[in-house]
């Protein structure tokens, strides 16, 4: 199933009780400006084209193509920038 938010297209993979699996085609399409997440969930994302920088209350990080990582529930964070041809593998972890 596809959904567009924000600009982005969110692709749902797979979903159970405990894990949720996206694709996400970026488009250039950060968060928008002063808006954070903070998940009840943990994520591990992965970068499969481009680039993009992850923004956290204690520093940046720079993910380039085929880099991830994983972001622990409730760390708050946000994309402050992405390319256009950026392409997101996300799985969700669902607390239990």
Same mark, same amino acid.
């Given at each position: ?25 970026? &488009? ?48 708050? &964070? ?19």
């Amino acid at each position: 199933m596809k959904k567009i938010v924000n600009g982005e297209e969110i692709f749902a993979l797979f979903e159970d009780s405990f894990i949720r699996t996206e694709k996400i085609l970026s &488009h250039g399409n950060a968060s928008p400006e002063n808006f954070w997440y903070c998940q009840n969930e943990g994520e591990w994302v992965s970068l499969i084209e481009g680039k993009a920088e992850l923004e956290f209350s204690k520093g940046k990080k720079i993910l380039c193509k085929g880099e991830n990582m994983y972001i622990p529930p409730y760390l708050k &964070h946000r994309v402050s920038w992405v390319s256009d041809d950026a392409v997101w593998y996300c799985v969700f972890i669902k607390k239990q």
